[in-house]
């Protein structure tokens, strides 16, 4: 079969319809239907059939009961193609859901799910689905990100209001910092051989302690 693609709103419908979707697969030339679901199947072999009752259905076959009066060639092929197929759609799911978490449209869904009952805003069968958690999650921690850089602003905005000693021995501490990230330790190296030779040559000549000293410079280490 090939690749699969889902419709481009399907993880906007999990997170906001909290329907998540279906897709075709072929066994044999008999088209199935499979429900995306979101959760493992319970091991045992009647656990498994039950799994896969809630989740198939075909066209001409009413209910779910069909599933067991399959024969068992179909039945494990369905299996087979479900572990391949079931993995590729959940992570094209994953991946619009990042893309929709980008959008004004997800932010203003959020900003209403703060604000009032968030079964007004999403549609909660039963439980949260995976998308679901996820959209919560991530909007949770943009909103710490943002408040972290919003007090960063008003700090940044108040602080030639701050006590004024404050706030140029902060200015001179990042301005030393910028400074720094332009020696390295071989330029270090060199300034300081070159004030240990000055300084010897003055153990030598103390008469040239004035000239002496303005010679020793950073420029010299360039």
């Not at 179909?74 to 992570?91: H, K, L, N, S, T």
């Not at 710490?144 to 700090?155: E, P, R, S």
């Not at 030779?197 to 153990?203: L, P, Q, T, V």
Request: glycine share 4%.
């Amino acid at each position: 079969m090939n690749p699969l693609k889902l419709p481009q709103n399907a993880a906007k419908q999990a997170v906001i319809e909290g329907i998540l979707p279906k897709y075709p697969i072929e066994v044999f030339n008999i088209p199935f239907i499979i429900h995306f679901i979101d959760t493992p199947s319970a091991p045992g072999a009647f656990a498994q059939l039950h799994y896969f009752e809630q989740i198939i259905s075909c066209k001409g076959f009413s209910g779910k009961e069909f599933v067991k009066d399959l024969p068992p060639i179909f039945y494990q092929e369905i299996i087979r193609i479900f572990c391949d197929i079931q993995p590729v759609i959940g992570a094209q799911l994953l991946q619009q859901l990042d893309e929709f978490l980008e959008t004004d449209e997800s932010r203003n869904y959020w900003e209403l799910f703060k604000i009032t009952r968030p079964e007004l805003v999403v549609n909660i069968n039963e439980r949260l689905n995976f998308l679901q958690r996820k959209w919560i999650l991530v909007n949770v921690q943009k909103d710490k990100q943002d408040t972290v850089q919003l007090i960063g602003q008003i700090f940044d905005a108040i602080k030639p209001w701050l006590n004024s000693e404050l706030y140029q021995r902060v200015q001179e501490v990042e301005e030393s910092q910028r400074e720094n990230v332009f020696y390295d330790d071989a330029n270090i190296e060199k300034i300081d051989a070159r004030i240990r030779a000055k300084a010897k040559k003055f153990k030598q000549s103390p008469q040239k302690l004035t000239n002496d000293l303005d010679e020793i410079s950073i420029d010299e280490g360039k």
